[in-house]
């Protein structure tokens, strides 16, 4: 095997595997090292939501990994009498990423398909067993070494670029000196799996019950997966706590042990925390390694793939052209706002089910006529980064839509931006400078030019808008400038 790459991935967890696959796409070649020598044996995420399964699309597996998913309802948050608090519904209506909101999936199955689709890529190449131990950041490439766990053999391997994808306790954060700071919230919870085999009347969405003798939670899982979670009061046993005879009594009100095998048991620590650094030179952390929150929004692993959604296009910009401090700094800058709010919202929402009862999880909860509160998922927006944080517009997500009855506009991005012109506009030194789509092209442009009142619209490869612009005399020369980043 060669042993220098254009970037090598540390961690072959959700975060580092959607990462590989959006590299993998662009031709660029991967060396994955990961220290379990199977899958992580721990199912832990059990829902994602649109803007993710936008990614999946782009990585190829929607359509075949959908068959492992079902639509998320939404959450109800419950008193220990059974009155609903606050209800967070998930409408099954398409968004604009055009997915459902919310799905709910068995992490083990997401894996296996994401594993199986790299498999199509030459260029990617995979080692299990090789637990990093060393990682060594130069002007001009990256030098890891790792050890074979079964033959205790060192290799060293070379790359342009290297991602952490390595997990609440990277390495890579380490040998950055990235400070992990404690956002606050932590409590153990233990976490039941279990297979149904019977038919039960269980309640079809998750339910988060705020009783303050013992929060928890229920999700209705894929299939006849259910999950039961529950907080550990102070100093409780561990090990009684996750015996048969305990976790049955816990589960009295919902289940007989006659009911449904445990399939998994285990006590989590969980925790919220954030990087202060997530790069250094050509070293880069994401996913867990970069950030961590409580599970009750189900938004860690979704915060990870936004990472490498946002990360991606721009090391393979790096490595096609040539080498951009401006752009790989935006990382950071765009991501660190967007999942610090995903993480105090979730440690209020923690509050709130340790039955702390204060509303002010989020500005989108609002009072009903029948006096009770609903609450709508955050849309948290892309820190400042590229892009004028002056228009509006900069930062939203770019509709998704189909050009055809199979393909969809999304397909048209490779790793560089896209110019939207409408028919208005007649630019003079574009064209060789980027792709552009003219209005006329398909006729959903004209409705999406008109929703953001704009006459020309800079896309990012991750769908984001870059800018957005209004017919004037300078207008190329405006467009340049913002182009001006990505040469
Ligand atoms: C109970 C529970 C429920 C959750 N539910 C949800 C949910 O519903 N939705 C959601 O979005 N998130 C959820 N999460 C969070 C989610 O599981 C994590 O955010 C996600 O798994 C992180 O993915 P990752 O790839 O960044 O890291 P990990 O999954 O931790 O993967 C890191 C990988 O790096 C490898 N590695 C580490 N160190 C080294 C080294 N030195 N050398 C080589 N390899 C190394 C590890 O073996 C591992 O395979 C939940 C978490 C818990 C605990």
């Known amino acids: 095997m060669n042993n220098f790459f254009d970037v090598i991935i540390i961690g072959f967890g959700p975060t580092g595997g959607t990462l590989a696959s959006l590299l993998a796409k662009s031709n660029l070649s991967i060396l994955m090292l990961e220290k379990e020598k199977n899958l992580y044996p721990l199912p832990r995420a059990v829902h994602f939501d649109d803007e993710v399964m936008r990614v999946f699309e782009t990585i190829g597996i929607k359509e075949k990994f959908k068959n492992y998913t079902i639509i998320n309802k939404g959450t109800k948050f419950v008193d220990n009498k059974g009155n609903v608090l606050l209800d967070w519904p998930?409408?099954?209506?398409?968004?604009?990423?055009g997915c459902y909101p919310s799905y709910r999936f068995h992490q083990p199955d997401f894996e296996r398909v994401i594993r199986h689709n790299l498999k199509s890529y030459k260029k990617f190449k995979s080692i299990q067993n090789a637990?990093?131990?060393k990682i060594i950041n130069s002007k001009d490439f990256v030098k890891v070494v790792f050890q074979d766990t079964e033959t205790l053999k060192i290799n060293i391997f070379k790359s342009k670029y290297l991602v952490?994808?390595?997990?609440?306790?990277?390495?890579?954060?380490?040998s950055i000196k990235s400070k992990f700071s404690n956002l606050g919230f932590t409590q153990k919870w233990a976490v039941i799996d279990l297979i149904l085999n019977k038919k039960k009347n269980l309640p079809d969405r998750t339910i988060q019950y705020s009783n303050p003798k013992r929060p928890a939670t229920y999700c209705r899982n894929v299939g006849k997966r259910r999950r039961w979670e529950f907080a550990l009061k102070k100093n409780e046993n561990e090990k009684k706590v996750l015996t048969d005879k305990f976790i049955w009594k816990f589960l009295q009100p919902w289940l007989k042990p006659n009911e449904a095998i445990i399939e998994r048991k285990v006590i989590y620590t969980f925790k919220s925390a954030i990087a202060n650094k997530w790069r250094n030179e050509r070293v880069f952390i994401a996913g867990d390694a970069a950030h961590l929150m409580p599970p009750f929004m189900g938004q860690g692993m979704c915060a990870g793939i936004r990472d490498v959604s946002n990360l991606s296009w721009k090391i393979i910009h790096c490595v096609k052209k040539k080498h951009n401090e401006k752009i790989l700094n935006s990382f950071q800058k765009e991501r660190f706002s967007n999942v610090k709010e995903y993480i105090e919202t979730t440690m209020k929402m923690g509050e709130f089910i340790n039955a702390m009862r204060s509303y002010k999880i989020s500005n989108t909860i609002s009072d009903q006529s029948n006096g009770s509160k609903t609450m709508k998922s955050i849309k948290p927006e892309l820190g400042?980064?590229?892009?004028?944080t002056l228009d509006k517009n900069r930062g939203r997500i770019f509709p998704k839509f189909n050009i055809s009855k199979s393909k969809s506009f999304d397909e048209l991005f490779s790793?560089?931006?896209?110019?939207i012109v409408s028919k208005k506009l007649k630019l003079k030194k574009m064209s060789k400078k980027i792709k552009i789509v003219k209005e006329s092209s398909y006729k959903e442009l004209t409705k999406i030019l008109k929703k953001f009142n704009a006459d020309a619209i800079l896309v990012r490869p991750d769908r984001f808008i870059l800018q957005t612009f209004k017919k004037n005399n300078s207008l190329d020369n405006l467009i340049i400038t913002n182009l001006k980043n990505f040469n």
């Open 90 to 97: 998930r409408p099954k209506e398409i968004t604009e990423n």
């Open 131 to 133: 637990n990093v131990k």
């Open 164 to 174: 952490g994808c390595d997990g609440a306790n990277s390495i890579t954060r380490k």
């Open 384 to 388: 400042p980064g590229l892009g004028s």
């Open 415 to 419: 790793f560089e931006p896209i110019l």
